[in-house]
């Protein structure tokens, strides 16, 4: 097994139940000096899509799953890691228990562009359900997004 850390839809643990069921929730925790963000709004979708960056000054809620190969094959088809949509890269998390080396996935596009209200209700939904803290939830919600049909 491999540790994968989750910032976006897959910080749900029950979506990533669905997505990789043979991979559990090994605990929570932060990636310091990285940035929640959107780009790729060029890829045709409905707004923007999450990745992260590197940003002294922030930090980003995950969480860590034990992933094992069979659905980590799954997730890099989820998550289009053969078109290059986006690409895997290692980052340390720092966690109560100490920090733990994982991967995750940022996108290979150039960084903005405005997520769909959809998205970021989503986003904030999974966090919620990950126990991120209220006030990193509440910005999740507060981000302005592409369209306003949507309550987020």
Not at 58 to 78: C, I, K, M, N, R
Not at 83 to 95: A, D, E, H, P
Not at 119 to 142: C, F, H, K, M, S
Request: charged fraction near 20%; hydrophobic fraction near 35%; include cysteine.
């Amino acid at each position: 097994m491999t540790s994968y850390a989750a910032y976006g839809t897959n910080l749900d643990p029950a979506l990533m139940g669905e997505r990789c069921p043979h991979s559990p929730l090994r605990t929570t925790g932060w990636l310091i000096g990285w940035r929640l963000t959107f780009g790729g709004e060029e890829h045709g979708w409905d707004g923007a899509l999450p990745t992260i960056v590197q940003d002294p000054t922030s930090e980003v809620y995950v969480a860590v799953f034990d992933v094992t190969p069979q659905d980590e094959g799954a997730l890099d088809q989820w998550e289009s890691t053969d078109t290059g949509l986006y690409r895997k890269t290692k980052v340390r998390v720092n966690t109560l228990a100490g920090d733990v080396v994982a991967w995750t996935y940022v996108l290979d596009a150039y960084e903005g562009g405005l997520p769909s209200a959809h998205l970021l209700g989503t986003l904030a939904n999974a966090a919620e359900a990950a126990d991120a803290p209220e006030d990193y939830v509440a910005e999740l919600r507060r981000r302005p997004c592409r369209s306003t049909d949507w309550d987020h």
